[in-house]
């Protein structure tokens, strides 16, 4: 065995360490098996140029296959669930305090006390019931239900 296999094994095994401090990043791992090759390759012959070919290729070849059946290439994937405050727009809320355009007022959506104020003129009262259009800084905007 020459000194090149353990030289590239000791690579790989470092690859693998670095590949830990880095999880589902996959760029370190596909230079372990690219490595790993290179090793096979340095038990046939003594060529430095063939076995650092081989690195390249294979861990070439290993990263697009992780990317590929990773899911990494494909961009991050938004759901249609909304959170926050922006979960508020399209619930429906019972006014606590008299709104009117000119004076915000509160209303109670699920539990919780929220301050509102009216997308357009006019005057709700007490009691009655409001569907949240849209959320700014710490108030809803609500219209009647």
């Given at each position: 065995m020459?000194?090149?296999f353990?030289?590239?094994?000791?690579?790989s095994?470092?690859?693998i360490?670095?590949?830990?401090?880095?999880p589902?990043?996959?760029?370190?791992?596909s230079?372990?098996?690219g490595?790993?090759?290179a090793?096979?390759?340095?038990?046939?012959t003594?060529?430095?140029?063939?076995?650092?070919?081989?690195?390249?290729?294979?861990?070439?070849?290993?990263?697009?296959?992780?990317?590929?059946?990773s899911?990494?290439?494909?961009?991050?994937?938004?759901?249609?669930?909304?959170?926050?405050?922006?979960?508020l727009?399209?619930k429906?809320?019972?006014?606590?305090?008299?709104?009117?355009f000119?004076?915000p007022g509160e209303?109670?959506?699920?539990?919780?006390?929220?301050?509102?104020?009216?997308?357009?003129?006019?005057r709700?009262?007490?009691g009655?019931w409001?569907?949240?259009?849209?959320?700014?800084?710490?108030?809803?905007?609500?219209?009647?239900?």
């Open positions: 020459s000194d090149f353990f030289i590239w094994i000791v690579i095994l470092l690859f360490l670095f590949e830990l401090g880095h589902s990043l996959f760029l370190f791992l230079f372990s098996c490595a790993l090759c090793a096979l390759v340095a038990l046939l003594n060529s430095l140029v063939g076995q650092c070919t081989i690195f390249l290729v294979m861990s070439l070849i290993a990263c697009l296959l992780f990317v590929k059946y899911g990494i290439g494909k961009g991050v994937q938004c759901s249609d669930k909304r959170t926050n405050t922006q979960a727009v399209g429906r809320a019972i006014v606590v305090r008299d709104i009117s000119d004076r209303v109670k959506i699920g539990g919780e006390l929220w301050m509102a104020c009216l997308s357009d003129q006019g709700i009262k007490a009655d409001v569907v949240v259009v849209d959320v700014r800084g710490a108030h809803v905007v609500v219209v009647p239900a």
